[in-house]
């Protein structure tokens, strides 16, 4: 057999690697209306009513709360949407995205 004879894959290859997950994290600060952020969490992170109060409520009190998990490119997408909505009102609500361990 010459170098270049490769041996014949028998079986398809099973090892598939799972998409990374990034957390986007909602950020509290003094200035954005409580209303807007659970819209925000409703409309961008799809959050239903309870989960969107819980959420808001939480980083309000803690200063931070994971809205949700997603491969990286939605994570930021979604978080760069949020922060965009938020600034074009004048609001200084901040997302941040990162890797989870
Ligand atoms: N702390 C804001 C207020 O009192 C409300 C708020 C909650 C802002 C959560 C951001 O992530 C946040 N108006």
Known sequence: MSDTDLKPRLRA?????????????????????????????????????????????????KGACVVSVYPRDVAETKAGRAIDAAGRLGYPLQFTVEPEE
Do not use: W
């Not at 994290?25 to 409580?34: E, G």
């Not at 969107?52 to 409520?57: D, P, S, W, Y």
């Open 13 to 61: 290859r099973t090892k598939v690697e799972r998409p990374k997950l990034y957390r986007v994290v909602l950020l509290n600060d003094d200035y954005t209306p409580r209303e807007f952020v659970v819209l925000i969490l409703k409309g961008e992170f799809r959050l239903d009513s309870a989960q969107a109060e819980k959420v808001m409520l939480t980083a309000h009190q």
